[in-house]
């Protein structure tokens, strides 16, 4: 059985937020990239949070992610801008980008913006709520290095491009935040460090034939050849693969193309370069109607769902975000939670970037 080590949240935060001021990040702009972090694992989502500080300390150390980088605005009209981050942490420009996008609708009704020659942001839902927090419906994107095969294909043409969409409703707004593969590739590492198989229908190997050897994958992701994950719905069409395929390269539209950028295939293709690309946007629905009618409604439906007829075996139906967004105080008073493996990447990174590991003493073992 894997051991898991909970970490006290605030220390957790602290020791993240510390780690990026060394780098020479303000303390402002390193506590928005611990916030992008922990707030994953608050959430569940185990593959983007702390297991991710170890990724951010290698691009630091190879130059692939240039931490003091400014991002610059390249274009901008009344509902949109380009915004070039010039190889700096895709948190903080993504924090940005959105808050300009937010701006913008607030003004204007709508707001775009897009991003590129950026680096890895995090969880694209963590955007997409700061849209909803300010009373918006709010949606983000972006692709990724390339690790997805196109259906037929065993080259990974193709980024795990996630989308995000929140909108707000009661008790929990609509929260949707999911990969167009079939996981994000985070997922594939963590069974990695927990030594399990991956279940089937994740993972094309080299010679173009589905795996559940979670380790051909990190060897492919790091040799940069033919194979990767399957895109949602898996291999071929039976399931819907093509479909999932199709919502990859609606990422890579809405990304890499409007701003300009690379798309997925030439992104991270170099150890020192990783030049991905993000898609903002806000929208203020009061031009349809009233807010309150407009939340009610959208509370009602969903409430709908939840009470809706259960299949054999189930006795609640979820929504999307609410198992998340439910447990977030739970999850806090309980530690965020790192594999052995995670721990001593963090002991490590205390280590090398001379940080105070106290505060990863752990809460609890299990």
């Known amino acids: 059985m894997a051991t898991y080590h909970y970490l006290n949240y605030e220390k957790a935060f602290d020791f993240c937020k510390n780690y990026f001021m060394t780098t020479g990040i303000s303390e402002e702009d390193s506590s928005t990239i611990a916030d992008v972090l922990t707030t994953s694992d608050l959430m569940g989502i185990e593959s983007h949070g702390l297991q991710r500080m170890i990724m951010y300390h290698g691009g630091i150390k190879s130059g692939r992610i240039k931490p003091t980088a400014k ?147 990190i060897d492919i992701r790091a040799s940069k050849s033919d194979g990767g994950l399957l895109p949602l719905g898996g291999a071929g069409e039976l399931h819907s693969g093509h479909k999932g395929y199709a919502l990859g390269v609606l990422v890579e539209l809405m990304t890499a193309i409007l701003s300009g950028g690379y798309t ?16 903002f946007m806000a929208v203020d629905y009061t031009m349809f109607g009233s807010r309150e009618e407009i939340e009610a409604h959208m509370s009602r439906f969903m409430q709908e769902i939840r009470d809706s007829h259960k299949a054999d075996g189930h006795d609640r139906i979820f929504t999307h975000g609410e198992r998340e967004l439910s447990n977030f105080d739970k999850v806090k008073a309980q530690g965020l939670k790192a594999s052995e493996k995670t721990y001593a990447e963090l002991q490590q990174i205390a280590q090398e970037a001379k940080l105070d590991a106290s505060l990863l003493n752990e809460v609890s073992v299990s």
């Not at 909803?132 to 983000?140: D, N, P, R, T, V």
């Open 71 to 217: 991002p610059v605005i390249e274009k901008e009209t009344a509902l949109s801008a380009v915004i070039n981050a010039n190889d700096g942490f895709g948190h903080i420009v993504g924090k940005l980008a959105m808050q300009m996008a937010i701006d913008k609708a607030k003004e204007h009704g709508i707001g775009m913006t897009v991003v590129n020659n950026s680096t890895h942001y995090g969880i694209a839902g963590y955007y997409s709520m700061m849209a909803a927090k300010e009373g918006l419906l709010g949606f983000s994107m972006t692709n990724t290095e390339g690790m997805v095969v196109p259906t037929f294909g065993k080259t990974p043409m193709l980024g795990t491009n996630p989308i995000a969409v929140t909108m707000p409703a009661s008790p929990y707004p609509l929260h949707i935040d999911m990969a167009t593969s079939t996981v994000p590739a985070g997922k594939i590492e963590v069974y990695n460090k927990l030594g399990k198989p991956c279940p089937e229908g994740w993972i094309l190997n080299a010679e173009g034939k589905v795996s559940t050897n979670p380790q051909e994958f």
């Open 264 to 279: 997925s295939y030439y992104v991270r293709r170099q150890k020192t370069v990783e030049k991905c690309c993000h898609w």
